[in-house]
Nanobody, 128 residues
Framework: QVDLVESGGGSVQYGGSLRLSCTAS????????MGWFRQAPGKEREGVAV???????DYADYVKGRFAISKDDAIRTLYLQMGSLKPEDPDMYYC??????????????????????WGQGTQVTVSS
């Protein structure tokens, strides 16, 4: 069973930084894509950043230049370094894993409900 556990959320001041982590276990896929998605109350979930097993990355336009996604395969951990946080960034952030996907396909998979593995989420709050 695949298990994804996020951590690192919290409250930060406007313009500040946070690093989210997602520890994965139970998967044996050599080809996969992982990503960070976020959802605010009453809004649809939206993509933030994705990375695949080759190390390629892709970002949503609204976080480009501010956020960085990375992974450490040795400890099966996905990271999201967030900087220059804005009032519109606070959300519940979720880690996701899509077997056999790539950065080119996971965005559409998520929109179609085709990403099978999700973490429980970690909350990010930005204060002025």
């Amino acid at each position: 069973q695949v298990d994804l556990v996020e951590s690192g959320g919290g409250s930060v001041q406007y313009g500040g930084s946070l690093r989210l982590s997602c520890t994965a276990s139970g998967y044996t896929y050599d080809t996969y894509a992982m990503g960070w998605f976020r959802q605010a109350p009453g809004k649809e979930r939206e993509g933030v950043a994705v990375i695949d097993s080759t190390g390629r990355t892709d970002y949503a336009d609204y976080v480009k230049g501010r956020f960085a996604i990375s992974k450490d395969d040795a400890i099966r951990t996905l990271y999201l370094q967030m900087g220059s946080l804005k009032p519109e960034d606070p959300d519940m952030y979720y880690c996701a894993l899509a077997p056999f996907a790539s950065v080119g396909t996971i965005w559409n998979l998520e929109k179609g409900g085709g990403v099978p593995y999700w973490g429980q989420g970690t909350q990010v709050t930005v204060s002025s």
